[in-house]
Every structure is written in C-alpha cells, then in structure tokens.
Nanobody
C-alpha cells in the first residue's frame, strides 16, 4: 500500500525554523510531482509548495515565497520542506502528497493529488 509519512513538525517561536520530511514507502515517487499542504485550525487545506519529479521546478504559495524551500531526494524517496522566518499564521497541520500520474504538471490544488500522508503539526508562537 502506498504510504507517505511526515516528520519534523513541532513548536517553535516566531522567526524560527523547522525542516519537514516526508518519506514514501512501498512505492518510488521519482516520476511524480510531490507537494506540501497545510490546514490551519478551522480552515480549508491549502497548497504550500510543490516540486517536479526531477526536482528542477517548484511552485510556492505567495504567503511562503522567500521563506520556505521545497526539495527532494529521489534516492531516498523523500521530500523536504525547509521553513524559515516562521510566523504565527504558519501554524497548521502540514501534509505531503503525491500526484498519481507520472511526469504530470505540478499544482498547488489539493484536487490534483491522489496520495496523502497523515500530517505533522507545526505550531508557531508569537
């Protein structure tokens, strides 16, 4: 069964950093677009960043541009989200996800993704 497992969440003060990881098991995602999403309490899930299968292309939500960096290591079947200059409004459950179709265009739309992890909580205190 396809499985994505996030880690690296936690509590941090505003201005701090966290590095999230998402490892895939039972499947190799080297030909799939991977993305990070977040869902703040009481709000809808939103796209944060996405990265192309080869890692050469990436997308970012305007709210995180210049602060977050998505990367991937296909040899380790892992995608990362480096989050710097964190703000209180970054507080959310963070999820990684994969688009099922090989070599598709990446997107920040939740509906484009077929496989999801269980999430890791990020809490930023001001």
């Amino acid at each position: 069964q396809v499985q994505l497992v996030e880690s690296g969440g936690g509590s941090v003060q505003a201005g701090g950093s966290l590095n999230l990881s998402c490892a895939a098991s039972e499947y190799t995602y080297s030909r799939n677009c991977l993305g990070w999403f977040r869902q703040p309490p009481g709000k809808e899930r939103e796209g944060v960043a996405a990265i192309s299968p080869g890692g050469g292309g990436s997308l970012y939500a305007d709210s995180v541009k210049g602060r977050f960096t998505i990367s991937r290591d296909n040899a380790k079947n892992t995608v990362y989200l480096q989050m710097d200059s964190l703000k209180a409004e970054d507080t959310a459950m963070y999820y990684c996800a994969a688009i099922g179709r090989f070599n598709s265009w990446c997107s920040l739309a939740t509906t484009a993704y077929n496989y999801w992890g269980q999430g890791t909580q990020v809490t930023v205190s001001s």
